[in-house]
Structure formats: C-alpha cells, structure tokens
C-alpha cells in the first residue's frame, strides 16, 4: 500500500466526510420511504418505531464490536503495517459472523413466537425475525466498510456498491410489500434483508480485489488480534447498547403517550432526522479514521489538525446544507408524508413541533457523535461507557420527576437534556486529557517523542539522539 497518506488536509478529508454521509444518508433513506409508505395506518408505523429499536439492542452491540474495524485498521496504517490492517479485517469479518450466529438465534425465537400472536403483534415479531436474519449481511458489509474508512479509501466505486444499489432494491421491495401486496411492517422487514443481502454480496465483490483472498483472512485468524479486537469492541457494544436503551426508552414513554405521538417521533427521529444528521456523521467517521491513524503515528500534532480541520468542514457541511432545505421544505414534506384527515392534521402538527426541538437536540447529537470518534480513536472507551451511563441515568431521573403523562415537547426536552449533559461530559474530558495542551504543538511536527498517544498525552522534548540504557549506566559510572 506503500506510504500512509497526510491524513489533515483538505482534499482527503471533504471526500471521505461526503462519502460517508451518503453512505448514511441513501441507507436511511429506505427507512424513510418505510415510514411513507406506512404513514396512513398510525399503529403500524408506531409498530414499525417500536420494533426497529428494540432491533438495536442487538444491532448496536454487534455492529460496535465490528466497528473497531476502521479505528484498529487506522492505527496500523498510521504506524506502517499494511500486512496489519488486512489482518484486522479479516478478523472484524470472524466477529461479524459471530454476532450474524446471534441474529439467527434470534430469528429463530422469533419465528415461533409469531405462531402465538396476530396482529400489530405478530407484524412486530415478524420484522424482528427478518432484522435477525440481516444481520450477518449487515455487519460483514460494515467490517469491509470499516478497512476502507481506516485507510481513508472510500471511494466512487464502494459507495455505489454499499448503498446505491441496495437502496433501489430497498425502496422497489418496500413499495411491492407495504403496498400491494400489504404485508405492513413484517414486510418492511423483508425489504430491509433485501438490500442487506445485496450490499454484502457487493462489498465482498469489491473487497476481493483489494484483499485479495477473503478465506485465507478467515480461515487464519490472529488470536492475539481477535482477542484484543473483541476486547475494545465490547466496550464499545456495552456503551452502545445503553445508548440504545436510551433510546428504547424513549420510544416506550412515547408509546404510552399515545400512537400519535409514537407515530410522529418515529416519522421524525428515526425517518427524517438521519438525512439531516448525514453529514455530522460522516464528520465524525472520518475524524475517527484519521485521529487513529495520526495515533498511529504517534503525531499528536497532526491528531490536533484533524480534529480542528474535520470540526470546521463537517460544521458547515452538517449545519447549513441539510437544514437550510429542512426550513425550506420541513411542512410540504411532512403534510405529504402524512396525508389528509384529522388523525394526519394532528401526525403532522406533532411532527412540526418535533422537528424545532431535533432542531436543537442535533447540536448536542453532532457533539456527541464527534467528541466520541475522537476518544474512540484513543482508546477511551472506557469513558465513554462511564459517560453514557451517566446520561442514560440522568434520562430516567427526568422522565421520573417530571409529570406524567409526558406529551411529546416535554419527552424531547428531557432527551434534549439528556443529550446535552452526555456532551458537557465528552467535552470535559477531550479538555482536561488533550485540547489544551493540543493547541501548542499545532506548530511542532516531529520534534519530540510521544509519552503515551493512546491517552491523549502530548510530545515530550526529545535529545538529539536517544541513548539505550547501557549507555547512561556507563555515563554515570564514569561521573562518579
């Protein structure tokens, strides 16, 4: 692969933020359509909210153990071992069909379950059977994915493969099952193991001319690197499943207030708001790929750079692009989304009240998401999970304090809350551990040695060559 790429400027950063943001944003946009299509019948679309985030239970947990992917694959290229990041993934491949063997268990369980329920019920534990049987597809495409994002190398020809195809077959399937042929929800989850199925098959097309032979990267799998792979991965999985049942929580409060409520936070939170928050999110992959790399390294000055380089170019691509159109359109959208009637005048009011307080949720959420990648790409994971089990407590003490029954602008302010008390914390520590100190060696290069990269810590001065510690034994004998 020959010499790692100058991971701060502008020209490889934009791409690879842009990439990633369309990765999330056509991936998303299936969801979206789901939520179209279903949007006259309240009770499914609260159904389909529902069941889609207990789904990310599981999905949060296996996906961030792959997810260490892109960071341990970062480091290895910053650090020159191509041999290295091929080897990581391969094993982000192993862990993928591990947590893929977990989905089909809970296909299974959920298979029987539908012989004993009907209705909304039976159409919910369809749609779960369906997301379980995704899963492996779903996370050996985010392994593949994760190699080229450490390498900085998400390109024209891996983003047409991982989400422009699967996104037409996504969208085709959603229209044939939620419409003609009415299969509600369980066939929204059809339609999602569709294009599962379609961008795993692409990405491993495409990963076999980078990669060369995936079996042998399986069939030979590196213990220590699985083992420390798995190690920093399920701290991620951990903190990502309690984020997660933040969010689950949230769904249920909703769903207590009643199935207009639920209906407009799933056709705002989880339908329109991801195309909005497409751009801070490839802010932060691509922060997280090139903080790690900058690790790699050991260049605490370059890790500084990328952080303030990748901060400004998301910030205006997350803020001005996609809310500017959401000013411009926010009501046309969610009025044709809805329909007419009284129960859609009523979807639609909520959904516009909804959307200013995401409005401002999305400050906290882009901090959150950003300030993460980068201490992710240290190796603190382990504060992030202290820090998200804080917010997650801060979450419920709100939603106990505050009277009930909770209608939707006082739910999202507890969650807005919430989400900024969890960014007061990230912020804290990214100050107290590194920017701080950062900001001084913006100017310094290669002067010094690092003392402890993997926890923030800045170049300690270095002498104009280093001596082994017989040569200072010696040195002291002789100044005696």
């Given at each position: 692969?020959?010499?790692?790429?100058?991971?701060?400027?502008?020209?490889?950063?934009?791409?690879?933020?842009?990439?990633?943001?369309?990765?999330?944003?056509?991936?998303?946009?299936?969801?979206?359509?789901?939520?179209?299509?279903?949007?006259?019948?309240?009770?499914?679309?609260?159904?389909?909210?529902?069941?889609?985030?207990?789904?990310?239970?599981?999905?949060?947990?296996?996906?961030?153990?792959?997810?260490?992917?892109?960071?341990?694959?970062?480091?290895?290229?910053?650090?020159?071992?191509?041999?290295?990041?091929?080897?990581?993934?391969?094993?982000?491949?192993?862990?993928?069909?591990?947590?893929?063997?977990?989905?089909?268990?809970?296909?299974?369980?959920?298979?029987?379950?539908?012989?004993?329920?009907?209705?909304?019920?039976?159409?919910?534990?369809?749609?779960?059977?369906?997301?379980?049987?995704?899963?492996?597809?779903?996370?050996?495409?985010?392994?593949?994915?994760?190699?080229?994002?450490?390498?900085?190398?998400?390109?024209?020809?891996?983003?047409?493969?991982?989400?422009?195809?699967?996104?037409?077959?996504?969208?085709?399937?959603?229209?044939?099952?939620?419409?003609?042929?009415?299969?509600?929800?369980?066939?929204?989850?059809?339609?999602?193991?569709?294009?599962?199925?379609?961008?795993?098959?692409?990405?491993?097309?495409?990963?076999?001319?980078?990669?060369?032979?995936?079996?042998?990267?399986?069939?030979?799998?590196?213990?220590?690197?699985?083992?420390?792979?798995?190690?920093?991965?399920?701290?991620?999985?951990?903190?990502?499943?309690?984020?997660?049942?933040?969010?689950?929580?949230?769904?249920?409060?909703?769903?207590?207030?009643?199935?207009?409520?639920s209906a407009a936070l799933t056709l705002t939170h989880s339908g329109v708001y991801p195309l909005l928050f497409c751009f801070a999110w490839g802010g932060s992959q691509a922060v997280g790929a090139a903080a790690a790399q900058a690790v790699g390294r050991g260049?605490?000055?370059?890790?500084?750079?990328?952080?303030?380089?990748?901060?400004?170019?998301?910030?205006?691509?997350?803020?001005?692009?996609?809310?500017?159109?959401?000013?411009?359109?926010?009501?046309?959208?969610?009025?044709?989304?809805?329909?007419?009637?009284?129960?859609?005048?009523?979807?639609?009011?909520?959904?516009?009240?909804?959307?200013?307080?995401?409005?401002?949720?999305?400050?906290?959420?882009?901090?959150?998401?950003?300030?993460?990648?980068?201490?992710?790409?240290?190796?603190?994971?382990?504060?992030?999970?202290?820090?998200?089990?804080?917010?997650?407590?801060?979450?419920?003490?709100?939603?106990?304090?505050?009277?009930?029954?909770?209608?939707?602008?006082?739910?999202?302010?507890?969650?807005?809350?919430?989400?900024?008390?969890?960014?007061?914390?990230?912020?804290?520590?990214?100050?107290?551990?590194?920017?701080?100190?950062?900001?001084?060696?913006?100017?310094?290069?290669?002067?010094?040695?690092?003392?402890?990269?993997?926890?923030?810590?800045?170049?300690?001065?270095?002498?104009?060559?280093?001596?082994?510690?017989?040569?200072?034994?010696?040195?002291?004998?002789?100044?005696?």
């Amino acid at each position: 692969m020959g010499k790692p790429v100058d991971t701060f400027t502008v020209r490889i950063l934009l791409p690879q933020i842009v990439s990633h943001a369309l990765i999330f944003a056509v991936q998303n946009a299936g969801g979206l359509a789901e939520r179209f299509f279903l949007a006259a019948n309240t009770v499914a679309t609260a159904s389909l909210g529902l069941s889609w985030t207990v789904f990310c239970l599981l999905h949060a947990f296996t996906a961030n153990v792959v997810n260490v992917c892109p960071l341990v694959v970062g480091r290895r290229i910053g650090d020159g071992d191509d041999a290295g990041a091929r080897a990581a993934a391969g094993q982000a491949l192993l862990l993928a069909g591990a947590g893929g063997a977990v989905g089909v268990v809970l296909a299974a369980a959920c298979g029987i379950a539908a012989v004993f329920v009907a209705g909304p019920s039976r159409d919910a534990v369809l749609f779960l059977a369906t997301q379980g049987l995704a899963l492996t597809p779903l996370l050996a495409t985010r392994a593949l994915l994760g190699y080229f994002a450490g390498t900085m190398r998400v390109g024209s020809r891996l983003l047409a493969a991982v989400s422009l195809v699967p996104v037409v077959l996504h969208l085709a399937l959603a229209w044939l099952l939620t419409g003609p042929l009415a299969w509600s929800v369980a066939g929204a989850g059809l339609a999602r193991l569709g294009a599962a199925v379609t961008a795993a098959a692409a990405a491993f097309a495409i990963a076999r001319g980078e990669l060369g032979s995936l079996r042998n990267l399986i069939c030979r799998p590196n213990k220590a690197l699985l083992g420390a792979m798995l190690a920093e991965g399920s701290v991620l999985g951990l903190q990502q499943v309690v984020a997660a049942l933040l969010v689950l929580l949230l769904y249920l409060m909703a769903n207590r207030a009643g199935t207009i409520t639920s209906a407009a936070l799933t056709l705002t939170h989880s339908g329109v708001y991801p195309l909005l928050f497409c751009f801070a999110w490839g802010g932060s992959q691509a922060v997280g790929a090139a903080a790690a790399q900058a690790v790699g390294r050991g260049n605490p000055g370059e890790l500084a750079r990328v952080a303030w380089r990748c901060l400004a170019l998301s910030a205006m691509l997350a803020i001005i692009l996609p809310w500017g159109l959401f000013l411009a359109y926010a009501r046309p959208t969610f009025a044709w989304l809805v329909g007419s009637g009284p129960v859609g005048e009523e979807v639609l009011a909520d959904c516009v009240r909804l959307m200013g307080l995401l409005a401002v949720f999305f400050v906290f959420d882009f901090a959150v998401n950003f300030l993460s990648a980068l201490l992710k790409a240290v190796k603190e994971q382990g504060y992030l999970l202290k820090a998200t089990t804080i917010a997650a407590v801060v979450f419920v003490v709100l939603l106990v304090v505050l009277p009930s029954p909770l209608d939707s602008a006082h739910l999202m302010a507890a969650f807005i809350t919430t989400q900024a008390a969890w960014s007061l914390l990230l912020i804290f520590k990214v100050a107290h551990r590194w920017m701080a100190t950062s900001l001084r060696s913006l100017g310094r290069h290669d002067s010094g040695v690092v003392a402890r990269v993997g926890t923030l810590c800045l170049p300690v001065e270095a002498p104009e060559r280093r001596s082994n510690p017989a040569e200072l034994k010696s040195a002291l004998v002789l100044s005696r």
